[in-house]
């Protein structure tokens, strides 16, 4: 199994920053990997699939990069709404598909 | 537009079954080249991919869950479901159901999830 290790917990930044966060994968996952996003009481909402291409409706402000076993999304300048667990996801080796323990990103 | 809803039971005693059924309005379930698929979120493990399964009753379950996890599909309801048998409390959490749209396993469209309890 695959095991996605995110960093950091969490991140609190203010309005207009740029936030950098960290999936690790335990094994060469090539390029698949995805973004979600979550907002309390609301299910996930894909942001980015095969690590760099964003979702239908996605903002540009979201981007993912990386390759093998280290991948990063960023958000370029952080809106209010922004404020949510952000967790990744491989596809490259199932079953089981596995998602990282997500991290909080808190805007200020 | 695609949408999905669970139902069932929002509380389970432990040693028994759970029954979840996600219907699918906007789109046949048949209608897809994509897997149908059961997530859940627990306190203790987070986002957990459950299983998934294909229009024909063609399934893949996770290793941790497999001996516990039934699917089926009823096409001519529009629906899927999911058995988990012998629940204990470490099954209580939200369940979804989801279904990509762009690549296999991974998942655009979701239900709104249902909370699921297992208590006695």
């Known amino acids: 199994e695959v095991v996605l290790t995110q960093s950091p917990a969490t991140l609190s930044l203010s309005p207009g920053e740029r936030a950098t966060l960290s999936c690790r994968a335990s094994q060469n996952v090539y390029t698949f990997l995805a973004w979600y996003q979550q907002k309390p009481g609301q299910a996930p909402r894909l942001l980015i699939y095969d690590a760099s291409n964003r979702a239908t409706g996605i903002p540009a402000r979201f981007s993912g990069s990386g390759s093998g076993t280290d991948f990063t999304l960023t958000i370029s300048s952080l809106e209010p709404e922004d404020s949510a667990v952000y967790y990744c996801?491989?596809?490259?080796?199932?079953?089981?598909?596995?998602f990282g323990q997500g991290t909080r990103l808190e805007i200020k | 537009q695609l949408l999905l809803q669970e139902s069932g039971p929002g509380l389970v005693r432990p040693s028994e079954t759970l029954s979840l059924t996600c219907t699918v309005s906007?789109?046949?379930?048949?209608?897809?080249?994509?897997?149908w698929g059961w997530i859940r979120q627990t306190p203790g493990k987070g986002l957990e991919w459950i299983g998934s399964i294909y229009f024909t009753g063609g399934t893949y379950d996770s290793p941790s869950l497999k001996s516990r996890v039934t699917m089926s599909v009823d096409t001519s309801k529009n629906q899927f479901s999911l058995l988990l048998s012998s629940v204990t409390a470490a099954d209580t959490g939200v369940y979804y159901c989801a279904r990509p749209n762009v690549v296999e396993w991974v998942f655009d469209f979701w239900g709104r999830g249902i909370q699921v309890t297992v208590s006695s």
């Open positions: 906007g789109a046949s379930i048949s209608s897809t080249t994509y897997h």
């Open positions: 996801q491989q596809r490259k080796s199932w079953p089981p598909i596995t």
